[in-house]
């Protein structure tokens, strides 16, 4: 089904099967962050947070691309003083509050250029597939900017603190095959493969306890900034929290029953 009330050109919004899918869909512009892409991204990430019914989220852009972030023709003409420029970043922000604390699992399906804020959105995901002509770049330093979208939060828990340093310092691309090294992307698929592979990923959560997915991005979202007693607390108190659930005491009586589970990861096939 599609909401129409936040459908735009610039992107599309489609739920199945449980499953969210925002395509950003500017081609001619490698899916570039035009305004209404923004006005349609902060609706449709409120509209998920809001509704309970979707399971998981896809990220992904069309025309072979995933997107080539900010519109530099549209920032060459905005206002450039400091209160417009921090209105900006307050709706940048807001993405990455709902993608970083949603309870539910976000995953990157990445083709093509993920530049500047296009690479800080999928790092804002929780898992990055990509192709093998992908292709990511922290391009901000060549126009004189500071990675923004949450980048520099996100780069250096993934790829640790000198080598974010190198990649934003250096605003040079990143090919698939080294992201992959990176841990930037998890998996590489071909181009006709990769949006199957990430919505059949998104749809094995609807099987998983949404109760424990929860908790568990809610702690590994706290793990680097706590000691081990704090861990340790943290872990036990969502450990109580999903061991009151119908589904833990319904999965342990499939278990016990030989009957299939409802949570399976699907087989990657290479």
Known sequence: MTDNTLQSTALQFEVLDQVATLTFNSPTKRNALESAMREGLVLALRHIQQNKD??????????????????LKNMATAQHENGAWLSRMQTLHEWVQILLTLDRPVIAAVDGAAAGAGFSLALSADFVLATPRAWFNMSFLKVGLVPDVGALYTLPRVVGVQRAKEIMLSARDINAQEALRLGIVMELHEPEQLLVRAQAMARSFVGASPTAVSLIKRSLGSALGGGLQDMLTAEAQAQTLAAGTTYHREAVGRFLNKQALAFAWPAHKA
């Open 54 to 71: 979707i399971r998981a989220v896809v990220l992904t852009g069309a025309g072979g691309h995933f997107c080539a972030g900010g519109d």
